[in-house]
Every structure is written in structure tokens, then in C-alpha cells.
């Protein structure tokens, strides 16, 4: 079964500075797709980037990008030059490709509070 | 820009109460769901669907009814609401022949007294 596991609940950094978010996750599919996505104070959530499971590139994105360690399952989100509106909730998700089913998992979320 | 509706915005109803979520997209997706959030347990998947008639299940679909009417409608049933039903409830739509990425609703907060 799918799992998707974020282990810090909450993170503070200081304005400007590199932030990294950790994600693991569980599967038996060989194929999978690994998502970040945003959820501002105003509850909107909005897709972030995403890294294909048989891409060997750290998928990037302006000033996020992913630290993708496949045999750790392991995807990690930098985000680099921190600013004070990157503060929100960020959550991974998964989606396996081979299977019958054609859902998103989520992890509970990593709040990010960003001081200046 | 990819567009997902949700009505209403905030609702208030009694137990035993009767609730409809709608939900509109016009991304020409396939795929719609529905999740719910609570602190907590993040975002849980109730129901979903890949089309017009279609409907499948989710992690938490108990009390939840569903009913996929088009392509663009979406639409979530609570017809004996309970307290333990008080989420703030997303609608998302996805084109998984893309990039498998969900497009987001704005949510809809229920409270159920």
C-alpha cells in the first residue's frame, strides 16, 4: 500500500536563507510520480513541481527543486531565498502509475514559517 | 489557467442534516475527487471518478455519497450529516494522460452541530 510520510511538523527559518523539506514514501510500484504542493494561510493549494520516478534528474522549478534519493525513497523540497510569502503548509504526495487506482497520497504537511 | 469550482463556500448544518458540495471544473479533465482535511490527518480521499457516471472509492468514503454527472460536475452527498463530518472539504480535477497534477478548488468549509 501507499504511504507518504513527513516527519517535521513545523520548520522557522530566517528570510533569505535555504530551507529543506523531507518526504518518504512507501510503494510496490516501480513507476511512481512525487509531487510538492503549497497550501496558503488563504487554504488555497497550489501545485509546486514534481519529480518522475524514473528521471534521475532533481527536478527544478525557480526557487524550488527536489532532493530525489530513489533507493532512500526519499524526496526532498529546497527552497532556496526564502521569503516571507513562501510561509504556508507544504505537503508531498505520490501517485503510483501501474494499478487500478489513479489517487494521490498526501502526507499530514510540513508548516513553514519564514521570519524576516 | 486550469479553473475548479466549489459552492457552497461555508455551510452550517444539524445533524441528520442534508448536504450537497458541488463542484465545477472546466480543464476538460477527466479525473475529479474529493478529499477532506483535518488537522491532523492531512488530506484523505473520499471519493473519485474518471468520468460522467463513474464513481470510485476513496480511503474514507463512510457516510459519503457521490455523483459524477459530466464531465465538468462533481458533486459530494452527506444525507445524515454528523458532527465527525465538520472538514473543510477540496475538490480537485486531473488530466492523468498529462502531468498527473491536481488542480485545486478553493474548498468548502462544513460544520455540522
Known amino acids: 500500500a501507499q504511504k507518504v510520510t513527513q516527519t517535521q511538523t513545523s520548520i522557522s527559518v530566517m528570510e533569505k536563507t535555504t530551507v529543506t523539506m523531507d518526504c518518504v514514501y512507501e510503494?510496490?510500484?516501480?513507476?511512481?510520480?512525487l509531487f510538492w504542493y503549497k497550501q496558503t494561510a488563504s487554504g488555497e493549494i497550489v501545485f509546486l513541481i514534481r519529480q518522475d520516478s524514473y528521471k534521475k534528474e532533481n527536478a527544478t522549478v525557480g526557487h524550488y527543486s527536489l532532493n530525489f534519493q530513489k533507493p532512500k525513497s526519499s524526496i526532498g523540497l529546497i527552497i532556496t531565498a526564502t521569503q516571507i510569502e513562501d510561509s504556508a503548509v507544504y505537503f508531498c504526495?505520490?501517485?503510483?502509475?501501474?494499478?487500478?487506482?489513479?489517487?494521490?497520497?498526501f502526507g499530514l504537511g510540513t508548516t513553514l514559517q519564514v521570519q524576516p | 489557467e486550469a479553473a475548479v469550482t466549489q459552492s457552497p463556500r461555508n455551510k452550517v448544518t444539524v445533524t441528520g442534516g442534508n448536504v450537497t458540495l458541488s463542484c465545477r471544473q472546466t480543464n476538460s479533465h477527466n479525473y475529479m475527487y474529493w478529499y477532506r482535511q483535518d488537522t491532523g490527518h492531512g488530506l484523505r480521499l473520499i471519493h473519485y471518478?474518471?468520468?460522467?457516471?463513474?464513481?470510485q472509492i476513496g480511503d474514507v468514503p463512510d457516510g459519503y455519497k457521490a455523483t459524477r454527472t459530466t464531465q465538468e460536475d462533481f458533486f459530494l452527498l452527506l444525507e445524515l450529516a454528523s458532527p465527525s463530518q465538520t472538514s473543510l472539504y477540496f475538490c480537485?480535477?486531473?488530466?492523468?494522460?498529462?502531468?498527473?497534477?491536481?488542480?485545486f478548488g478553493e474548498g468548502s468549509k462544513l460544520t455540522v452541530l
Open positions: 504526495a505520490m501517485r503510483e502509475v501501474a494499478g487500478n487506482t489513479r489517487k494521490l497520497i
Open positions: 510503494t510496490q510500484d516501480s513507476s511512481y510520480f
Open positions: 471518478s474518471y468520468g460522467a457516471g463513474n464513481l
Open positions: 480537485a480535477s486531473s488530466d492523468l494522460a498529462n502531468t498527473g497534477q491536481l488542480y
